[in-house]
C-alpha cells in the first residue's frame, strides 16, 4: 500500500491557478492594445480632419468670394460655413480623407509597438549589480 501526501491536487489547483492568471493578465494586457489601437485609430482621423478642414477653410476664403459679390455677409452666414467646412471634413476624415491619417495611425502604431516590446526585452535582462551610495552609512565590523 501506497502513502499518498495529498500534495499532487494541491499542485495541480497551484498550477491551474497559475494559469488562469497568466490567462487573464493576457486578456487584460490585449484589451490594452485594443483600446489603444482604436485611440490612435481615432486621434489620427480628427487630425486628418482638422487638417482638412484648415485646407477647405483657406480654399473657401480665397475662392469663395467672386469680384462684385456680396462682401457683406453676416455673422451667421460666417459660422453656418465654418459648421458646414467643418461638418465636411469630419465626413471626408472618416471615409478615408486623403489616406494622412492612415499613415498617421501606422506609424504611431509601430511606435506603440517598439515601446510594447521593450519592457519584455528589459525584463529578460538582469538587473544591474547595486553598489552602496556615498551617503549610506556603513556597519562597524567590531
Known amino acids: 500500500m501506497g502513502t ?18 497568466a490567462g487573464a493578465m493576457q486578456q487584460m494586457k ?12 481615432k486621434g489620427a482621423q480628427q487630425f486628418e480632419a482638422i487638417l ?3 485646407w477647405l477653410k483657406d480654399a473657401e476664403q480665397s475662392l469663395g468670394s ?5 462682401d457683406n455677409q453676416d455673422s451667421g452666414g460666417e459660422q453656418m460655413m465654418s459648421l458646414g467646412v ?19 495611425a501606422k506609424a504611431m ?9 521593450k ?3 528589459l525584463a529578460n535582462t538582469a538587473p544591474p549589480a547595486t ?4 551617503h549610506e552609512k556603513k556597519e562597524d565590523p567590531r
Request: glycine share 12%; aromatic share 2%; no cysteine.
Open 109 to 117: 502604431h509601430a511606435t506603440q509597438d517598439q515601446l510594447n516590446s
Open 30 to 41: 490585449s484589451a490594452k492594445t485594443l483600446s489603444d489601437a482604436a485611440k490612435i485609430d
Open 66 to 70: 467672386v469680384p462684385g459679390g456680396n
Open 131 to 134: 553598489t552602496p551610495s556615498w
Open 4 to 21: 499518498s501526501t495529498g500534495l499532487g491536487p494541491l499542485n495541480l489547483q497551484s498550477s491551474l491557478l497559475q494559469l488562469k492568471a
Open 119 to 121: 519592457p519584455a526585452a
Open 86 to 104: 467643418q461638418s465636411l471634413a469630419t465626413s471626408l476624415a472618416a471615409s478615408g480623407g486623403i489616406g494622412m491619417g492612415k499613415m498617421i
Open 52 to 54: 482638412i478642414g484648415s
